[in-house]
């Protein structure tokens, strides 16, 4: 990767044969990566079937690490707020799709936003965010996002001007206009050496509180039913990072949606034990699945892994469609509510409603070490 704020760049894919008055829905992927790395055209999203099932896929990237996510008071009181500059790159690239997309063929009013990891924090940030009322209709979340006190933050802005202004300190930089003229890899350079001096910084290039984009955490806002009313789709992965958590997350936050009357979200979860190692399901191992990108990979697939690939796709499309998942020839899927706990299984055998092994997630959390690609 190079270092540059010069990144703000969306890939789009349509069906052959789109035209302006196809209205088309839209899925907007926003990529995970911790905040700090990742980007829109890494190989799990190269070319997704998702247009092959009527369907126009977009995947956006936005500013990471200190470009990303940098508080300074000199910077708040230049234009207000700081901080959340991603997420304000992130609406933006929204605004775009909704301004734009119907000359590819999509409806701006049928947009799904579709996020993994850091990304479905992302998403879960714009569902609770006053400013983008009105800007999508559905949304996803994969290994991030839901409700859990231990995975929640209620850091604003200003618990974060210390870490910054040691970064800009660190940098040489005496003021906000010579940390603008900054090489962007030396700034890098000061933040990875600040951030990795103490754990208490391991998140402080994230999200927080800047009372325009964010005005409460996402556990006070869903606790309060202030999230967005629409359909979500949500879940995790067997080995995943914290499997327990973020399992439970997903779980809960679709029962939050029963419990405040409000629309129909499903819950689903991964256990497809990837063929080529014994890793497992590893965080992130289900995005090669719901893109189809199974070619993109090194690893052996077999008929099994495309067979279920395809079902996770055409499940991932109808659900842009309509707000619902479910479809001629897949299992049928309910909608996850205190009474009705059972979530859509996909992986090691064929779909089927049921509900993961809490001893085998635990024992996973306490002896697996998280992996990736």
Partial sequence: YTYDDDCLFLNIWVPEDATP???????????????????AHEKHFDGPVWPTKGVIAVTCNYRLGPMGYMCLPELEKEAGHTGNYGMYDQITALQWVRDNIREFGGNPDNITIFGQSAGAMSVQNLCISPLTDGMFAKAAMDSGGGIHKLMNSNATTKDRFEFWEKVMEDAGCRNVQELRALEAEKLFVSFQKLMKSSVKYGMVASPCIDGKALTMSGLDAAN??????????????????????????????????????????????????????????????ELWYFF??????????????????????????????????????????????ASQPQIMMWGEKLPHMGKPSQFKLWKTMLTNKSVGE
């Avoid at 897949?330 to 509510?337: G, Y």
Wanted: glycine share 12%; charged share 20%.
């Fill in 292 to 337: 189809g990108t199974l070619k993109n990979g090194w690893r052996p697939f077999t008929e099994h892994d495309y067979k279920i690939s395809d079902i996770m796709a055409t499940a991932l499309c109808n659900f842009a469609k309509t707000g619902n998942p479910n479809g001629d020839g897949l299992c049928k899927w309910d909608p996850t509510t």
């Fill in 21 to 39: 008055s196809s209205e088309l829905p839209v899925i907007f992927y926003i990529h995970g990566g911790g905040y700090k790395g990742g980007c």
């Fill in 224 to 285: 309060q039913g202030l999230q967005k009313n629409i359909p979500y789709m949500m879940g995790s992965t067997s080995e995943d990072m914290m499997p327990v958590f973020i399992a439970d997350m997903a779980k809960k936050w679709c029962i939050r949606q029963e419990e405040q009357k409000k629309q129909p979200s499903y819950c689903w979860f991964f256990d497809r034990q990837l063929p080529g190692d014994e890793n497992g399901a590893w965080h992130s191992s």
